[in-house]
């Protein structure tokens, strides 16, 4: 069986379901001919990508500043810790390039402690490492884990310990 489609001619075998989509036919959708629409896509695809690859504002530098409140998900060490005695990271910026982290922990007092000199370098679009003193600190990027917000990893070897958190930009 011979069935006419437009100017073209599809065979389609005995008992088989044959399909026009006329929402894929340009004439249907007002264009006189394929390179109008053809045209149309490009231009559609064009800036499809040109808008999905343009800069993310929320990625600059500045947004690091803010609070980092970690959870039982993101922590397993927190698996017991009761909700208010959550650890906590305050970034506070230090000068043009530099941040200050003020990591607070309630195990079993409160102890605060100060990193101060932390320097932030961009790696991809969603995604910046941390450097303490010249060495590899950790990351600050998005999470799709997390609800797209920024999620911070800092950890460091210092002489007489090892310093670590993770946790989520307060909104």
């Known amino acids: 069986m011979e069935r006419v489609v437009g100017k073209r001619s599809f065979y389609q075998p005995a008992g088989s379901q044959f399909v026009v989509f006329s929402c894929l036919n340009p004439t249907t959708l007002g264009y006189s001919s394929v390179y109008g629409y053809m045209n149309r896509m490009i231009g559609i695809c064009f800036l499809t ?33 009761p909700e ?30 100060k990193y101060p000199g932390i320097t932030l370098q961009t790696d991809t679009a969603d995604q910046s490492l941390l450097f303490y003193r010249g060495d590899p600190a950790g990351s600050w990027k998005n999470s799709i884990l997390a609800d797209n917000h920024k999620l911070l990893t800092f950890s460091i070897q210092l002489a007489d310990q090892w310093v670590y958190f993770v946790g989520v930009k307060e909104e």
């Not at 005695?85 to 402690?113: A, C, G």
């Open 49 to 81: 990508l040109f808008f999905a690859c343009a800069k993310d504002q929320s990625a600059d530098q500045g947004v690091l500043e803010g609070k980092y409140l970690t959870n039982r998900l993101l922590d397993i060490s927190c698996a017991v810790v």
């Open 84 to 113: 208010d005695k959550l650890p906590f990271l305050q970034v506070l910026k230090s000068n043009s390039s530099e941040y200050e982290f003020v990591l607070t922990r309630f195990n079993p007092d409160r102890q605060i402690s």
